[in-house]
């Protein structure tokens, strides 16, 4: 798989295990303990080389390609979008910052089943039609 892309998908599914963990578990729990830790570690790999682009990327991707922007995982088109309110806040996923009512457990199922659709998973490779996008983004951005 592409690193980068694979970073976020693993970054996605840490997300996925966190809220969803802080919702079975005592927050506290060595669980989510170190689960946050894990996603504290990979708060600094974000900002480091391609890691970095991503966010940037999905944003080209939704203006310039809508078609193949539907076709990310859905926590991606929310989260990377500067006009969505979703975010990860403190590691958890939060769709909407105003409100206190939980994800339900069917987000979370939805969640899973897009991300591990085989359509998605075969784009993540460098000869995969997200790969492929996202080698043509950093090549423009770097000719810039």
Known sequence: ??????FYFIDTIAHLDYTL??????????????TAEYLRHRVDLAKDGDNALFPEFMIWLRDTNQEMFESTPILWQLVYDPDDPARYAGFRIVMD???RIPLPPTFFR????DLFAMPLLRSLYPAGALGKLFAEFKEKRCTR
């Open 110 to 113: 939805d969640m899973t089943d």
């Open 21 to 34: 963990s802080a919702l079975a578990y005592n927050i506290d729990s060595i669980r989510c303990t170190m």
């Open 97 to 99: 910052p105003a409100s």
């Open 1 to 6: 798989m592409d690193p980068v892309l694979y």
